[in-house]
């Protein structure tokens, strides 16, 4: 009477009625001994020469020591942009093909840019984990619709449910390093400490990382472990610690032109570009050093000092990761690789900005305002980015930024670093062309794992990506790819055999109108000689192939819609923000700002509380430079509304009774933009005030009920637990909004997402 259980058909005993004259039977545990432990670190906004190995006159020891002791890829390319990258190296697909044209926070009503991976396009972590693989990630997610990223889901987009054991991070394109927005596996949770305790996120990630791998170890060493660790350095906002800003006071005082000589010059002596490189000019827009007037050069400088600090910092903790994995004897057997997931950002515009929220908001930054303020720049009341000028020269030799296509967007370090496998190759340098796709196809090959054809019942489409692990130990060889395309928010590229079309789009023309320009790259690292005009027939050839790959790969169509159209699905039915009226009954996690009330016109917040005649924020929304917050201090209720860092304040005018309370706050919206503001006590009147500037994106931070993930004001630092009752709070927006202030709103929601890539 032997049978097939239903759960296990292939069952290798035998079971008859009677267990005496069955045969019991166990698979053979999956347990990959010997194969090597994998970590992938990617920095985010990173140009191709701000590590120290690549040209840089910043301090990342660190890292200069895995590439003196590895190997450093001088061709590496990424999609010049966050989430798109992170799709590629996760999944060894291209980012059309899997759904992330843009960042995640978009979705185009195309297939190509959904904001969520296909579950056809399993990732690396997901394989290794069937194969026997720990698997943990920290640090920056971005590859999940925003609007599915609040306390109430769904998690399928979530790393847990993307093939990682564990995860500790924050799921946006950006966060505050101080006060950041943390998620804990499937749950969201509150930062463990503050600025005053000396909290920063890249110390937090690093511990936690090295506590996963510890619990690992501790229980079951011989099991190997894919560690992704995603720092938020070098995004926006450049956050150090105070000593590591300090360290850098006046190091870039020559200005932009002479320091991005003298990397140029760091570059030729090590050998990371070839002799014959020429240093792309200035792009347009940034203007000479000696032109700009004394505070902008201050402000500049005061910006890329903490940049540099920012990075310094990172590589420190970078360092202190791989001294515990030689403590514990696994460095020599872990391919580690550390890269940047695009050049240099733009978003900081011609002059750089102390908080980037005043571009969100369509404010231009005042450097001469701003020189009051220098102090706060990387701390926690700053939320800074650097010019273009700074970012060029983290892009040194080449020429654009982060967005474009151009090797300024495109071209990235990659340091590969694995003792037991590299041995008298230390300190090589690696010049055939590779992209990101590849990371996953390496990460596989040297796990001895190919990718199924199936992944939990689902047929997988076929890696794009070539392993490059060929050319740890030969110089000479090249991955298996003949040609690769490019193509981000309309600008494109095409590289075949060592040469490469590419064009920059003006949003608005006709993509038929695009002028495409032709390199060399073989003899013309830096895309300086333009043969576009003297080889016509080969211009035509590559952009022809630029059609072919676009179609085979699912990059069409072209799209440069306006941001109503990327964004009007994170306010379908079903997602947070699609309502005009929010309930919500605390105690509930922190909510991120994707899922928030829009503030951007008049709003009322009604409060149903039990008083306990302690203070306490009742709610908070935003940072110290930018947000709301409703709370008791001294007994008396406040109203602070923070619009860069100038504050509307109301203060009731007596204590706040104890018992049962029911607040109201009311913002009017005036025609010029401004608001008056009223806030009642149990229907009395308590106070007025106005506000001048009613902002559409208030903040990139969230919001709390009952605490304060950041302090909005200097009347209290955070957390500020409030441990009276808090019932209920409403918050109800206009039900008709004019189709002008609905178009505004989500232009402001577009810019804001990105910079926040």
């Not at 306390?151 to 394109?173: E, I, S, T």
């Amino acid at each position: 009477m032997t049978y097939k259980h239903p759960a296990e058909p292939d069952f290798g005993g035998t079971i008859e009625k009677f267990e005496a004259d069955s045969k019991p039977w166990w698979p053979d545990p999956v347990l990959p001994e010997g194969k090597p432990n994998v970590v992938l670190i990617c920095l985010d906004d990173t140009g191709f020469s701000h590590f120290g190995s690549y040209g840089s006159t910043i301090e990342t020891p660190v890292t200069d020591a895995l590439a003196a002791n590895g190997l450093r890829y001088s061709s590496f390319h990424t999609t010049a942009l966050c989430s798109p990258t992170r799709a590629c190296i996760m999944t060894g697909r291209n980012h059309h093909a899997v759904r992330m044209r843009a960042i995640s926070n978009m979705d185009s009503g195309y297939p190509n840019m959904r904001g969520a991976l296909p579950r056809s396009a399993a990732t690396v972590a997901e394989v290794l984990r069937e194969s026997g693989y720990a698997t943990f990630c920290t640090g920056k997610w971005h590859l999940a619709p925003m609007s599915q990223c609040s306390a109430a889901g769904p998690y399928h987009n979530w790393p847990l449910q993307k093939g990682f054991d564990r995860y500790y991070g924050f799921m946006q394109g950006e966060t505050d390093h101080f006060s950041p927005e943390i998620t804990c596996d499937n749950q969201i949770i509150n930062p463990p400490g503050t600025p005053q305790d000396g909290y920063h996120f890249s110390e937090d990630m690093v511990d936690q990382s090295i506590g996963m791998i510890r619990n690992l170890h501790s229980l079951v060493p011989e099991r190997p472990f894919f560690m992704y660790m995603a720092f938020g350095s070098t995004h926006s906002p450049h956050h150090a610690p105070q000593d590591y800003l300090d360290k850098y006071r006046g190091r870039f005082d020559d200005g932009w032109d002479d320091v991005r000589e003298a990397w140029f010059a760091r570059q030729l002596e090590s050998g990371v570009v070839p002799k014959d490189t020429q240093l792309a000019p200035r792009n347009p827009g940034v203007e000479p050093w000696n032109d700009l007037s004394d505070n902008h050069k201050a402000f500049a400088n005061r910006l890329q000092e903490a940049f540099a600090g920012m990075l310094d910092h990172t590589d420190v903790q970078i360092g202190r990761f791989v001294e515990f994995l030689r403590q514990i004897g696994k460095l020599d057997n872990t391919l580690l690789i550390v890269m940047s997931d695009n050049g240099a950002s733009q978003e900081g515009q011609s002059t750089g900005v102390f908080d980037e929220m005043r571009h969100f908001n369509a404010l231009p930054e005042n450097v001469d305002e701003v020189m009051d303020h220098l102090h706060l720049i990387g701390g926690p009341k700053s939320h800074s980015n650097i010019p273009w000028g700074w970012a060029q020269v983290g892009n040194t030799p080449l020429k654009w930024y982060k967005q474009n296509t151009h090797g300024g967007g495109v071209r990235d370090p990659l340091i590969v670093h694995w003792p037991d496998h590299l041995k008298g190759q230390e300190g090589g340098i690696r010049r055939p062309f590779c992209y990101a796709t590849d990371i996953a196809a390496t990460i596989l090959d040297v796990a001895g794992v190919g990718m199924p054809e199936q992944v939990n019942g689902v047929d997988q489409m076929p890696l794009h990506g070539s392993s490059i692990a060929e050319t740890f130990t030969d110089a000479d060889a090249s991955p298996a790819r003949s040609v690769q395309y490019f193509e981000m928010l309309g600008h494109r590229g095409i590289w075949k055999d060592g040469w490469k079309a590419v064009t920059r789009h003006r949003r608005g023309t006709p993509f038929d109108d695009d002028v495409w320009e032709l390199y060399h790259l073989s003899e013309d690292f830096s895309e300086c000689t333009d043969l576009a005009a003297e080889m016509p027939e080969k211009l035509a050839e590559m952009k022809a192939l630029w059609w072919e790959e676009a179609e085979k790969h699912g990059a069409l169509p072209l799209d440069d819609r306006g941001a109503g159209m990327l964004f009007r699905a994170s306010r379908l039915p079903g997602s947070p923000t699609a309502r005009r009226r929010y309930e919500y009954l605390p105690p509930i996690a922190h909510i991120v700002a994707d899922a928030c009330p829009s503030p951007a016109r008049s709003f009322t917040i009604t409060a149903e509380i039990v008083h306990d005649g302690n203070d306490g924020a009742i709610l908070a929304r935003g940072t110290p430079n930018s947000g709301f917050a409703l709370f008791v201090k001294d007994g008396r209720l406040v109203f602070d509304y923070n619009c860069f860092r100038s504050h509307s304040r109301i203060e009731a005018s007596g204590a706040l009774p104890s018992g049962r309370r029911e607040i109201l706050v009311e913002v009017t919206r005036n025609q010029d933009q401004s608001a008056d503001v009223e806030m009642k006590i149990d229907g009395a009147p308590a106070g007025t005030a106005h506000v001048p500037l009613l902002l559409r994106i208030i903040s990139s931070t969230g919001m709390d009920f009952g605490r304060s993930n950041a302090p909005v004001t200097d009347d209290y630092q955070a957390p500020f637990i409030y441990s009276g009752e808090i019932a209920r709070v409403v918050f109800q927006l206009p039900e008709v909004a004019t189709k002008k202030d609905r178009k505004a709103d989500i232009r402001a929601q577009a810019r804001a997402a990105m910079t926040r890539q």
